[in-house]
C-alpha cells in the first residue's frame, strides 16, 4: 500500500500496535498446561477489547483468532487442544483488521526453560528481525531486506522457507510489497 494520507499511516500504526500487544500479551501469558486453545482465547480476547476483528477467521474461516505453532510445527497452527510444556518452541502469529486496514505480526518464543538450541533460535530469530530492520530506508532497496536476513540465516546454518517470506500490509491483509521511486 501506498499511503498517501496522514490518516491512513496513522490506521496502520493503530492496528500495528494492536496486533503488537497482543502479541506480547499472549507470550506472556503462557505457561506449562495450558493449551493453545487457551492461549489463543487469550488472543480473541485482546483483539475484541481494542475492537479489531482476527483476518485469519475473516478472511479463510480459520478454526481460530490467531496461528499458533508448536516446536516442529513451522508456521499457521491450529489453535486446539495441544498443551504446551516448559522448554517448548512457540510460535505465534497475530494478524487482525480494524477500521478497513491491516497488520500482521508473529515471534516465536521459548516457554520457560529451553534447549540451548531452542535459545539460540529465538535470539537468532530476533537479531535476524533487528538486521532487517536496519535495511530500511529511504533509496534502499525492500529486496535488501530479505537480501541481509537470508545472508545472516545462511551464515548462523537456518533455511528459508521461501514461501513464507513476507508480504505487505494495508487495505488488505497480503499486499505485494511496493517499492517507493527516489
Request: negative net charge; hydrophobic residues 40%.
Amino acid at each position: 500500500m501506498t499511503i498517501s494520507q496522514d490518516a491512513e499511516l496513522q490506521a496502520l500504526r493503530k492496528i500495528g500496535r494492536i496486533v503488537a500487544r497482543t502479541l506480547q500479551g499472549m507470550a506472556k501469558a503462557m505457561e506449562p498446561g495450558m493449551t493453545t486453545a487457551e492461549l489463543d482465547d487469550i488472543g480473541r480476547a485482546m483483539l475484541e477489547r481494542e475492537g479489531a476483528v482476527s483476518a485469519p477467521e475473516s478472511l479463510y474461516s480459520f478454526p481460530g483468532a490467531t496461528c499458533i505453532s508448536v516446536n516442529d510445527a513451522i508456521a499457521h497452527g491450529v489453535p486446539g487442544p495441544q498443551k504446551l510444556a516448559e522448554g517448548d518452541l512457540v510460535n505465534i502469529d497475530v494478524s487482525a483488521s480494524l477500521d478497513g486496514f491491516f497488520a500482521d505480526t508473529g515471534a516465536s518464543f521459548c516457554l520457560g526453560a529451553a534447549s540451548e538450541d531452542t535459545q539460540r533460535l529465538c535470539r537468532d530469530g530476533q537479531r535476524a528481525m533487528q538486521i532487517g530492520i536496519a535495511q530500511v530506508g529511504h533509496g534502499k532497496p525492500i529486496s535488501g531486506i530479505g537480501n541481509a536476513i537470508g545472508a545472516f540465516a545462511s551464515k548462523r546454518g537456518y533455511t528459508l522457507i521461501r514461501n513464507l517470506a513476507s508480504h505487505g500490509i494495508g487495505r488488505a491483509l497480503h499486499e505485494a510489497p511496493k517499492e517507493i521511486p527516489t
